[in-house]
C-alpha cells in the first residue's frame, strides 16, 4: 500500500455530475486528494485550512460513461484535521467503529483508506439556488462490496502528479487549482522549465 507523509492526517458541489439520489450505498474508497489550503466561511468569518477529499465509488448506482457502464462517484471534504470534533475524525471513527488513541491520531495515515469498503448515507443540501451532495453515517462494509473499478487516485498539490491531478473529478481541480501550494506548484515548474531551457544558450 502507497504510503507517503503527505497523506499523514493533520494534527492541527458536485462540478457538473448528475447527483447520486439519496439513501444507504455501500461503496469503496478510491482515492485521496489534498486539495491545499481553502478559504471558507464559518461563524460568520473567513477562513483558511488544509481541506482533503475522499472519493468513493458505489457499485450501486451506474453511469454511463464513453459508451460503457461505470460505477458513480461521491466525494467526502473536510479540514485536514484529527481534532476530537473535526468532521474528518468524526467520519473515520465512525468507519472504523472505534476511536483513535493518541498514537493513532498523530500517525494516521489517508493513504491506508484506498480500497477500503465502506456503507456511508448520501442526502442533498440546497444553497444559493444549488444542490449539494452530503456523505454521512459512515460504517464499515464487508467483502460483499464489488471489487474496485476506478484506478486509484492519490494526490497533493506539494508533489504536484499531472497524471493524477488529470484524474480528479472537476470540481476538485477547481479547489485544487484556488490553493497556494497548487499555484506554488505550478510557478516552480515554471522556473525550472525556463532555466533548463536558459541552460541550452551558450552564452
Keep these: 500500500m502507497y504510503k507517503s507523509s503527505k497523506f499523514l ?14 439513501g ?20 460568520g468569518e473567513i477562513r483558511s ?3 482533503m477529499a475522499l472519493l468513493f465509488e458505489i457499485p450501486g448506482i451506474q453511469r454511463e460513461d464513453r459508451g460503457r457502464s461505470v460505477p458513480a462517484v461521491a466525494t467526502f471534504i473536510a479540514v485536514d484535521s484529527m481534532a ?15 476511536p483513535f488513541t493518541r498514537e493513532e491520531e498523530r500517525t494516521f495515515d489517508y493513504a491506508t ?25 459512515f460504517k464499515a462494509a464487508g467483502a460483499d462490496v464489488p471489487a474496485q473499478f476506478h484506478g486509484e487516485i492519490l494526490y497533493t498539490p506539494d508533489a504536484h502528479d499531472q497524471e ?5 473529478p472537476p470540481h476538485l481541480k477547481r479547489m485544487v487549482e ?26
Excluded at 9 to 22: C, F, I, K, R
Design 9 to 22: 492526517a493533520g494534527q492541527n458541489d458536485s462540478g457538473g455530475y448528475e447527483h447520486p439520489p439519496e
Design 24 to 43: 444507504e450505498y455501500p461503496g469503496r474508497c478510491f482515492g485521496i486528494a489534498s486539495l491545499g489550503t481553502q478559504s471558507f466561511k464559518f461563524d
Design 49 to 51: 485550512a488544509l481541506k
Design 84 to 98: 476530537p470534533r473535526s468532521m474528518m475524525r468524526k467520519a473515520l471513527e465512525s468507519w472504523r467503529g472505534r
Design 113 to 137: 483508506l484506498v480500497g477500503v469498503p465502506v456503507r456511508f448515507t448520501i442526502t442533498h443540501r440546497e444553497s444559493g439556488g444549488r444542490t449539494y451532495v452530503n456523505l454521512d453515517h
Design 164 to 168: 493524477m491531478f488529470s484524474r480528479l
Design 178 to 203: 484556488r490553493s497556494p501550494e497548487y499555484r506554488r506548484a505550478m510557478n516552480e515548474g515554471f522556473d525550472s522549465k525556463t532555466k533548463e531551457q536558459d541552460d541550452d544558450i551558450p552564452f
